[in-house]
T-cell receptor, first 114, second 116 residues
């Protein structure tokens, strides 16, 4: 079975600072995808960034970037220049074809402090 | 497309009652997933369907839970009888199910279930 672990239940960061959220996963597969989803208080689930396991280059999306360490099975999310709108729950997720089932961690609640 | 549509958004019921949650996936999506979100366990995959067929229901907590997908545009998650520990947010999600670079999961807005 695939497992996703987020060891930081809560984090906070000052506005404009940088914060890193941790995620580790466990799988014996070689072909898979990793995601970070954001859930603001509205409860909506928003895709932040995705990474294909076969790509060595770390994905970036504006202020969001990942540090993907395949051998260590680690997939951390870095948020630069934190903004108040980044306050949300962040979920790390693992998806493996062909079934395409997504497995999520327990989430990290991030608060950006003005 | 309006996205994944779930109803109701909130449901309050009494212990022992039957609860039915509804979901309309995005048209053309081959996969449909039901998740349960709690503070303790995060997002748990309950069951998922491929082309209306249940593929993996190993996450369904017990026999009180059942899910159906009678056609490509509708799915239900039923709890009978409901218990207070079933209180959670239930999400439905759908995806294309193809190994494309942009494959991702589209979520509904969730149903907040409270069992008193």
């Amino acid at each position: 079975a695939q497992t996703v672990t987020q060891s930081q239940p809560e984090m906070s960061v000052q506005e404009a600072e940088t914060v890193t959220l941790s995620c580790t996963y466990d799988t014996s597969e070689n072909n898979y995808y990793l995601f970070w989803y954001k859930q603001p208080p509205s409860r909506q689930m928003i895709l932040v960034i995705r990474q294909e396991a076969y790509k060595q280059q770390n994905a970036t999306e504006n202020r969001f970037s990942v540090n993907f360490q395949k051998a260590a099975k680690s997939f951390s999310l870095k948020i630069s220049d934190s903004q108040l709108g980044d306050t949300a729950m962040y979920f790390c997720a693992f998806m493996m074809p062909p079934g395409n089932q997504f497995y999520f961690g327990t989430g990290t609640s991030l608060t950006v402090i003005p | 497309d309006a996205g994944v549509i779930q109803s109701p958004r909130h449901e309050v019921t009494e212990m022992g009652q039957e609860v039915t949650l509804r979901c309309k996936p995005i048209s053309g999506h081959d996969y449909l997933f039901w998740y349960r979100q709690t503070m303790m366990r995060g997002l748990e995959l309950l069951i998922y369907f491929n082309n209306n067929v249940p593929i993996d229901d190993s996450g369904m907590p017990e026999d009180r839970f059942s899910a159906k997908m009678p056609n490509a545009s509708f799915s239900t998650l039923k709890i009978q009888p409901s218990e207070p520990r079933d209180s959670a947010v239930y999400f439905c999600a759908s995806s294309l199910g193809r190994p494309e670079p942009n494959e991702k999961l589209f979520f509904g807005s969730g149903t907040q279930l409270s069992v008193l």
